[in-house]
């Protein structure tokens, strides 16, 4: 099945700093791939969807100038927390679409980014 | 507005079996989809079902009635690596997906 890795796993660091997250589609081309946030105990908040070589369409409620997305090539999108700050630790997990075939939508996920801001 | 519904928590014994339901209610219907996530992991893709009736994959089993707005993931043969939380999400008209909750699942010996 198709694989998408993330990095880093988990990350500390202090208030006021930015942390980039990184979401790799290793072994498909992913034109679109999507970013969500889980606090514990919680379902997946769907935070925005990323097109490759376009801006990021933001869900209502997320801040465009917190949490940039970029997205330059079909592999790779980035996740940067700007001026993170405690409450913004959490889960950040991405997904993308397989669309070769059959689509059933299928979502693949990275393993997931622990983000800690102290 | 949009809504998925299923159980906070469920408790079952290994080697048996058990339903967790999914009630939704959303802006059209494209699929639904079941997901496993254990704690602290990203969730795995379990079933996918777009059309009414039982799709049916080793030991889990997803049902789907549209018209009921329902769906259910039967679980056979508990094993303590079943453990996990259960989600359920929808996809909508716009190919939006909408998430439920999560359904805790506890196996005991």
Not at chain 1, 29 to 35: K, R
Not at chain 2, 7 to 14: G, R, S
Not at chain 2, 32 to 60: C, I, M
Request: glycine share 8%.
């Amino acid at each position: 099945g198709a694989v998408v890795s993330q990095h880093p796993s988990w990350v500390i660091c202090k208030s006021g700093t930015s942390v980039k997250i990184e979401c790799r589609s290793l072994d498909f081309q992913a034109t679109t791939m999507f970013w969500y946030r889980q606090f514990p105990k919680q379902s997946l908040m769907l935070m925005a969807t990323s097109n490759e070589g376009s801006k990021a369409t933001y869900e209502q409620g997320v801040e465009k100038d917190k949490f940039l997305i970029n997205h330059a090539s079909l592999t790779l999108s980035t996740l940067t927390v700007t001026s993170a700050h405690p409450e913004d630790s959490s889960f950040y997990i991405c997904s993308a679409r397989e669309l070769a075939g059959g689509d059933t939508g299928e979502l693949f996920f990275g393993e997931g980014s622990r983000l800690t801001v102290l | 507005g949009q809504n998925i519904d299923q159980p906070t928590e469920m408790t079952a014994t290994e080697g048996a079996i058990v339903q967790i339901n999914c009630t939704y209610q959303t802006s059209g219907f494209n699929g639904l989809f079941w997901y496993q996530q254990h704690a602290g992991e990203a969730p795995t893709f379990l079933s996918y079902n777009v059309l009414d009736g039982l799709e049916e994959k080793g030991r889990f089993s997803s049902f789907l009635s549209r018209s009921k707005g329902y769906s259910y993931l039967l679980l056979k043969e508990l094993q303590m690596k079943d453990s996990a939380s259960y989600l359920c999400a929808v996809r909508d008209s716009n190919y939006q997906l909408i998430w439920g909750a999560g359904t805790k699942l506890i196996i005991k010996p």
